[in-house]
């Protein structure tokens, strides 16, 4: 989980300015931004079985 965390990090300072990763915690911290960070896992949690099923359907159809 540190290695995450820490190549979360690292793509996050290679990416974004200063500027922008203030604006984005600005906006996490907004009352929007909390209900986002709040229903996200809601989400991806729904569309993962999707996801799944396609790389099942593409790996099959490759392995012929």
């Known amino acids: 989980m540190v290695y995450i965390k820490h190549v979360m990090l690292d ?10 990763l203030r604006a984005a915690a600005t906006f996490y911290r907004s009352p929007e931004g909390t209900a986002i960070r709040q229903k996200l ?7 993962m079985p999707l996801i799944q099923n396609e790389l099942v359907r593409t790996t099959r159809r490759l392995s012929r």
């Open 41 to 47: 896992p809601q989400v991806i949690d729904g569309i």
């Open 11 to 20: 793509a996050r300072v290679a990416s974004f300015t200063a500027p922008e």
